[in-house]
């Protein structure tokens, strides 16, 4: 796939050797007939249709195979707190991390997952290629996998594989949003009833939803879409979509483009969205007028993953350059709320970032949507920068603090 250079430099042309192969092959996909849940809490088969999920099949018959190995046990039986859960993109499972001694043992959730997030009750909603895992993190078990109602094609593996991309819950744990790859085309954000465990709705968004973010009143969901360079607000209520269109450099190079959207993070203080480009600029969008306005950033790396802690400070991942005579390697920025910046480098490209309860840690998986990926994580004191690597799972992509 051809990626263009920014506009204010020297234009130049990449074409990655494996990507134009991955892209031929990279139709995957999420309504296969391998969806189970468990039909105790489940709210009967779906209505019929050619657009509605498959009827659930129960768990209890295939109780999702598990690995667990020398668990870090919390009060109840459970993981201790602090524990991470990675998904591993490379090897259709979640793994339990301990952020000392690594990782503690893994759970089969289905093909390829990417997102995940985190409900108050314990349970990990995991998006794969085939539908979306719920995962009991107490138990270390898979309770259902709930089949997507929007049809991606066969399930594969890879950059551009077909099914669910980024996820996120409703505040009240009613409802878990999931953004559904399509490839070739526009995505969906489905809607889950995370008591019923099936998809009740689905809406058009964008093209490749690498993330999805909730308000903090739980009134909007933001599908932030990479190939079409913008971010759909959809009204919780009534689930009316609408397009904002978020590029700081402009659209010009369309699908070859690097300088797109990846990840968004919603600031508390004020509901915006921070969008960062290229360690240069962060787009911060306002949902509400659909207005963005766009800060200097200094890492000067192309840019992935992001989380806002509850103070405002941004943590942003920078995977690496996209020019080598230009850019900076990779590296994780800590951006205080009046805009100061820390720049720590990170060894080789990482994907994700979460951070510690008491927000003196940050945890940068190594998963990476392309090439350079690795198979553990990065932990960094962010007082200090310094950093250890830990053994965490294949291809870790997304990652929650337990």
Not at 77 to 96: I, K, M, N, R
Not at 288 to 307: F, L
């Amino acid at each position: 796939m051809t990626k263009s250079r920014r506009p204010s430099r020297t234009a130049r042309v990449f074409l990655p050797g494996a990507v134009v192969a991955v892209l031929l092959a990279g139709c995957a996909g999420g309504s296969g007939d391998t969806a189970a849940t468990d039909p105790a809490a489940s709210g009967g088969p779906s209505s019929a249709g050619p657009s509605a999920p498959g009827s659930p099949a129960a768990d209890s018959s295939d109780p999702g195979p598990a690995v667990t190995v020398a668990p870090s046990p919390g009060a109840g039986g459970g993981p201790a707190p602090g524990t991470l859960l990675v998904t591993d993109f490379g090897s259709d499972t979640v793994t339990f991390v301990d952020p000392v001694r690594g990782a503690t043992g893994s759970v089969e959730v289905g093909t390829a997952p990417y997102g995940l997030a985190l409900g108050a009750d314990g349970r990990a909603w995991v998006a794969t290629a085939e539908g979306v895992a719920v995962v009991d993190t107490a138990a270390r078990k898979r309770l259902a996998l709930v089949p997507y109602r929007t049809d991606t094609g066969p399930v594969t593996t890879g950059e551009y594989r077909g099914g669910g991309m980024g996820v996120a819950l409703a505040p009240d744990g009613s409802r878990a949003y999931v953004g559904v790859n399509v490839p070739g085309g526009n995505g969906a954000l489905e809607v889950i009833d995370t008591a019923a465990l099936r998809v009740t709705d689905a809406v058009p968004v964008g093209r490749r939803p690498f993330d999805v973010d909730v308000s903090g009143d739980g009134a909007e969901v933001y599908a932030t879409n990479h190939d079409s360079f913008d971010v759909t607000v959809v009204a919780a209520g009534t689930l009316e979509p609408r397009r904002v269109e978020v590029a700081p450099y402009g659209t010009e190079g369309g699908l070859g483009s690097w300088l797109k959207p990846h990840y968004a993070a919603v600031r508390s203080s004020d509901g915006r969205l921070l969008l960062p480009f290229e360690g240069e600029r962060l787009a911060v969008v306002d949902p509400r007028t659909s207005r963005t306005a766009v800060e200097p950033m200094t890492a000067n790396t192309h840019q992935h993953g992001v989380a806002v802690t509850a103070d405002g400070t941004l943590l942003a991942v920078g995977t690496g350059p996209i020019d080598p005579d230009t850019d900076r390697g990779p590296s994780l920025t800590v951006r205080a709320p009046d805009g100061e910046e820390r720049v720590y480098p990170l060894e080789g490209p990482h994907e994700s970032v979460a951070v510690s309860r008491d927000g003196r840690t940050a945890y940068v998986t190594g998963g990476f949507t392309r090439d350079g990926y690795g198979d553990g994580l990065t932990v960094v004191d962010l007082a200090s920068g310094d950093t250890r690597r830990l053994a965490a799972g294949s291809r870790p992509l997304g990652v929650v603090v337990l």
